[in-house]
């Protein structure tokens, strides 16, 4: 192919990728967007760069450069001061947004989960969705068996930074009755609930 006809096409594909850039030209770059960079003086630049989950790009004689939340106005401008150094004036870069990042899938919350021990039905592991209270939790190991203590039921929580054990005394019957606001206590993951033994005549 003849020079002349080289630079035709070169300039062609850049008119094809101009409405690329006008639409998204307020558009701010996130991570897992695909962009089109073309260099008019050395096509062997050209090429499609994915924004990394840091929101960064790689280019040949640019470096590393930080898009996130930049527009394709602002990444063409770093791209030519980037490449200039190694032109003998600087370089015609087009930049166009050439896929949007996919929208990921909505993430499902964690399930946390607690330990109950002691006089219940199941006793076990309990896994609870974020934020559940006390007496879900109740609910979940499926009641106290015949013995059960519910005016001592303990609630034991290990502060993770000290390493120390909190021990709150509750008393289920009061919460069942709405006398304590005990019932809609927050949950945390690792509780430990833990139902003694009734005592004779208690």
């Given at each position: ?49 994915l924004v990394d989950p840091r929101g960064r790009i790689s ?20 791209l030519v001061a980037n490449l200039t150094p190694n032109f ?99 949950l945390h993951n690792g509780d430990v609930i833990l139902v ?7």
């Open positions: 192919m003849t020079q002349p006809k080289r630079i035709f096409f070169r300039f062609l594909s850049i008119l094809l990728l101009l409405p690329m850039a006008a639409a998204a030209q307020g558009y701010r770059i996130s991570p897992g967007d695909v962009l089109r960079i073309e260099v008019i003086e050395d096509e062997a630049l050209n090429r499609s760069v280019f040949p004689l640019a470096g590393t450069i930080l898009v996130r939340g930049k527009t394709v106005n602002a990444v063409q401008a770093t003998a004036a600087p370089p015609s870069v087009f930049v166009a947004l050439e896929q949007v990042a996919p929208e990921r899938e909505p993430v499902e919350p964690t399930l946390m989960t607690i330990f109950v021990l002691g006089e219940v039905n199941s006793p076990g592991r309990v896994e609870l969705e974020p934020g559940a209270t006390l007496l879900q939790a109740f609910a979940a190991m499926g009641g106290f068996s015949n013995f059960a203590a519910t005016k001592r039921v303990q609630l034991r929580r290990t502060d993770h930074r000290t390493g120390l054990e909190n021990v709150t005394t509750l008393n289920y019957e009061a919460m069942e009755q709405g006398l304590s606001t005990n019932a809609t206590l927050r003694p033994t009734r005592r004779l005549f208690e």
